[in-house]
């Protein structure tokens, strides 16, 4: 294919049926997978690898190196999965040598204007809304949604299918299945309408939710809530989810928002 009225590295790696339009930068240590089309003035740079079937639109910068001052040089990646959306305008930092990069998984899509810091862990069929921000090293597991202007502090963890109420303030982690909002942000019971869309049953629904009564109504602490969920609710891959991440959670958790007023 012809890129004559972009700035392709000739050792760059380009895949099958990729389409790029006019204008775009793609530097030497990029990698990008067949069936990707890249709009005009985006910039792919060094040591980002693109998987296959993605789409990166008009102004996107994608492995520019992180802002943050500890950065000294060192090579580090950006890893995009398959079939992930990169709209107008996001940004996707390179990592640092706390962990060497920052990761998007498969099927993602990132909304306009989101930025995506060094060192973020994002799974797979994650969105991030328009103009979302998230710092350093937050990890983002599957299936959740951060919708648009969102701020999310670095470091932070936010769990499978959680739905984050647009415009949010993300100080602490936040368990998963749960949908979160109000400010100081504030669990505010289960994305019910997320967890059927995605298959899971009434009795698993309401085994999560058992969970969850235990650990924002019991009135115990976190440790006390989480013995009495393991001493007294079956086991099953939700709870024992639900149990590492917050035995895990190296900032604590969002409160209730019963418990917050």
């Known amino acids: 294919m012809d890129y004559k009225l972009s700035n392709v590295h000739p050792e760059a790696k380009i895949g099958k049926n990729v ?34 079937g993605c789409r990166v639109f008009h102004g996107a910068v994608v492995g520019a190196i992180p802002q943050d001052l500890k950065f000294k040089g060192e090579k580090t990646f950006v890893h995009i999965g398959n079939n992930t959306t990169i709209r107008e305008y996001a940004t996707v930092n390179r990592g640092t040598a706390a962990k060497g990069g920052t990761t998007v998984g498969d099927n993602c899509l990132l909304m306009a204007y989101s930025h995506i810091a060094h060192d973020c862990r994002i799974k797979n069929n994650v969105i991030i809304g328009n103009l979302t921000q998230l710092a ?21 963890h936010i769990g499978a299918h959680v739905m984050l109420q647009g415009g949010s303030k993300v100080p602490k982690d ?29 009795e698993t629904i309401n085994a999560i939710h ?34 590492d991440f917050i035995k895990n959670s190296a900032r604590g958790i ?8």
């Open 19 to 52: 389409v790029i339009e006019p204008f775009v930068t793609i530097e030497r240590e990029v990698e990008i997978g067949d069936d990707c089309w890249i709009g005009s003035g985006t910039v792919i740079k060094d040591y980002t690898t693109l998987g296959k």
């Open 174 to 202: 936040i368990p998963p299945y749960v949908i979160a909002g109000e400010e100081p942000l504030a669990y505010f019971g289960l994305n019910l309408v997320g967890l059927r869309r995605r298959g899971f049953s009434n």
């Open 136 to 156: 350093g090293e937050v990890d983002v597991d599957d299936f959740a949604i951060i919708s648009a202007g969102s701020l999310v502090h670095q470091f932070s």
């Open 254 to 261: 969002i409160p209730s928002c019963i418990s917050k007023k």
């Open 210 to 243: 058992d969970v969850y009564r235990i650990i924002y109504q019991s009135g115990l602490n976190n440790s006390q809530a989480l013995a009495q969920v393991m001493e007294t609710l079956p086991e099953s891959a939700e709870r024992n989810y639900i149990v």
